[in-house]
């Protein structure tokens, strides 16, 4: 029996509502909540259905007790479901883990667009490695070997600067660094060596967005992956990896807008 997913939604608040409502895929130790503080309320303010989902294991969502044996394959699954379950194909944006999420759903089905925000690939880890991980090998460590992906986020400092940038308001970035669950050990796994789709199994019109202070992911590993896709890419310049969150979220949130407005979405 597939478990039953949380799924926040917010219903358009303009008197011009959208032709396609939006579906948020959040990624690794996130929930739904994160796209509520600014992207929900944006995007419904300009005609858009809003629906974030947590993942199995994430948020609210059942299957907490084997998140960590759960694969990425199970995590499209979710995403496939709440997709199907719309009146109208929506458009999918997937943060970090969840934009490869999105990625391995194109090749299994359509929806009206895609956009991938601070996408995870492999070639991205080039940043962390360089920058991160010379420093923080005990932490990765035991979190490999206690297979227990909480241990990379579980201290508050350490996730502040994994995933937000340095003026963001301090109450915001504890708050929301508070927020972090664990993760699923399989899925972690999984990312090291992840299976992406072949380009010409998705016919998708695409969006890649990368931030230029992001802390994980090269932005340049991210335009590759736009060639790659036949996508279209941008920078987002003087944001942190958790975009949708950090102190100049609304410059993303416009840079999706245009992106939609300019293709009818």
Same mark, same amino acid.
Request: with cysteine.
């Given at each position: 029996m597939d478990p039953r997913l949380e799924v926040q939604v917010m219903p358009a =608040?303009? =008197?011009v509502v959208r032709p396609h409502p939006l579906l948020f895929v959040h990624g690794a130790w996130h929930a739904a909540w994160c796209w509520q503080p600014h992207f929900?309320?944006?995007f419904a303010a300009h005609g858009y259905e809003c629906h974030a989902l947590s993942l199995r294991g994430h948020g609210a969502s059942e299957g907490r007790a084997r998140l960590r044996y759960t694969r990425l394959q199970a995590f499209v =699954?979710?995403?496939r479901r709440v997709a199907e379950e719309l009146t109208t194909p929506p458009v999918i944006i997937g943060h970090s883990m969840g934009g490869l999420i999105v990625q391995m759903l194109l090749a299994q089905w359509r929806p009206a667009a895609a956009v991938l925000l601070c996408p995870y690939n492999r070639a991205a880890n080039i940043r962390w490695i360089r920058e991160l991980l010379p420093t923080n090998v005990s932490r990765v460590a035991a979190a490999f070997l206690r297979a227990n992906p909480y241990l990379l986020v579980c201290d508050r400092e350490f996730a502040i600067t994994l995933f937000f940038s340095e003026d963001l308001p301090r109450d915001r970035a504890t708050g929301w660094?508070?927020?972090l669950q664990t993760e699923s050990y399989f899925a972690l796994l999984? /990312?090291?060596a992840p299976k992406t789709p072949d380009p010409r199994a998705i016919q998708t019109p695409m969006l890649v967005a990368c931030a230029d202070q992001d802390a994980l992911f090269d932005p340049e590993a991210g335009e590759a992956m736009a060639r790659r896709y036949? +996508?279209?890419f941008e920078i987002l310049h003087g /944001? +942190?990896?958790d975009a949708m969150l950090d102190t100049r979220w609304e410059e993303a949130a416009r840079c999706l807008l245009s992106w939609f407005d300019a293709r009818g979405l």
């Amino acid at each position: 029996m597939d478990p039953r997913l949380e799924v926040q939604v917010m219903p358009a =608040s303009s =008197s011009v509502v959208r032709p396609h409502p939006l579906l948020f895929v959040h990624g690794a130790w996130h929930a739904a909540w994160c796209w509520q503080p600014h992207f929900m309320p944006f995007f419904a303010a300009h005609g858009y259905e809003c629906h974030a989902l947590s993942l199995r294991g994430h948020g609210a969502s059942e299957g907490r007790a084997r998140l960590r044996y759960t694969r990425l394959q199970a995590f499209v =699954s979710d995403v496939r479901r709440v997709a199907e379950e719309l009146t109208t194909p929506p458009v999918i944006i997937g943060h970090s883990m969840g934009g490869l999420i999105v990625q391995m759903l194109l090749a299994q089905w359509r929806p009206a667009a895609a956009v991938l925000l601070c996408p995870y690939n492999r070639a991205a880890n080039i940043r962390w490695i360089r920058e991160l991980l010379p420093t923080n090998v005990s932490r990765v460590a035991a979190a490999f070997l206690r297979a227990n992906p909480y241990l990379l986020v579980c201290d508050r400092e350490f996730a502040i600067t994994l995933f937000f940038s340095e003026d963001l308001p301090r109450d915001r970035a504890t708050g929301w660094a508070d927020m972090l669950q664990t993760e699923s050990y399989f899925a972690l796994l999984e /990312l090291m060596a992840p299976k992406t789709p072949d380009p010409r199994a998705i016919q998708t019109p695409m969006l890649v967005a990368c931030a230029d202070q992001d802390a994980l992911f090269d932005p340049e590993a991210g335009e590759a992956m736009a060639r790659r896709y036949g +996508a279209d890419f941008e920078i987002l310049h003087g /944001l +942190a990896h958790d975009a949708m969150l950090d102190t100049r979220w609304e410059e993303a949130a416009r840079c999706l807008l245009s992106w939609f407005d300019a293709r009818g979405l």
